[in-house]
Antibody, heavy 119, light 110 residues
Framework: QVHLVQSGDEVKKPGASVKVSCKASGYTFTGYAFSWVRQAPGQGLEWMGWISTANGNTKYAQEVQGRVTLTTDTSTSTAYMDLRSLKSDDTAVYYCVRVGVNGWHLDYWGQGTLVTVSS | QSALTQPRSVSGSPGQSVTISCTGT?????????VSWFQQHPGKVPKLIIF???KRPSGVPDRFSGSKSDYTASLTISGLQAEDEADYYC??????????FGGGTKVTVL
């Protein structure tokens, strides 16, 4: 069965960077793309970006463009989300999500990683 | 891109049907048949319940159904049950490898 296991919660100061990992298992890693989605406390879901595991192509939401980098390591079946110049309103739960084949639906979600940005 | 528009809340009694709307634009909902819906219980991970407008993943009860007309997609929950009380989010492909979510709708079972 498909499992996406994310790295642990983080506490960062404003201006710092955070890198969240997402290790996939139970399927062929390079057969599916990933998206990252975040959810601020008490708020809705926000799409952050997309990465192809086949060729590394990426697309980022305007809201985080320039501060976020998505990468994958096919040798370890792991996806990464790197967010820089953190601000207090980056405090959120960050989810890695597999993008379903032949479509644009988010079918399997990681357990979420809480990133808290506080001085 | 702007978020899709959903009502903040809807409610219904057990056994009734409720419908949640999700209004987008000519660049997302109207342009593609890639609308999906997620259910999220408090403190839990979102769960895919509808994809490609009308399709249900394995294991999702057929009480959940999706549709779309022009700029608006809809999720209908028939035979409302207590465990359906949750937040629901729509999501649409918006071209150029981008996705956009709705603001979310809280469903209350009276």
């Amino acid at each position: 069965q498909v499992h996406l296991v994310q790295s642990g919660d983080e506490v960062k100061k404003p201006g710092a960077s955070v890198k969240v990992s997402c290790k996939a298992s139970g399927y062929t890693f390079t057969g599916y793309a990933f998206s990252w989605v975040r959810q601020a406390p008490g708020q809705g879901l926000e799409w952050m970006g997309w990465i192809s595991t086949a060729n590394g192509n990426t697309k980022y939401a305007q809201e985080v463009q320039g501060r976020v980098t998505l990468t994958t390591d096919t040798s370890t079946s792991t996806a990464y989300m790197d967010l820089r110049s953190l601000k207090s309103d980056d405090t959120a739960v960050y989810y890695c999500v597999r993008v379903g084949v032949n479509g644009w639906h988010l079918d399997y979600w990681g357990q979420g990683t809480l990133v808290t940005v506080s001085s | 891109q702007s978020a899709l528009t959903q009502p903040r809340s809807v409610s219904g009694s057990p056994g009734q049907s409720v419908t949640i709307s999700c209004t987008g634009t000519s660049s997302d909902v109207a342009a593609y048949n890639f609308v999906s819906w997620f259910q999220q219980h408090p403190g839990k991970v979102p769960k895919l319940i509808i994809f490609d407008v009308t399709k249900r993943p394995s294991g999702v009860p057929d009480r959940f159904s999706g549709s779309k007309s022009d700029y608006t997609a809809s999720l209908t929950i028939s035979g409302l049950q207590a465990e359906d009380e949750a937040d629901y989010y729509c999501c649409s492909f918006a071209g150029s490898y981008t996705l956009v979510f709705g603001g979310g709708t809280k469903v209350t079972v009276l």
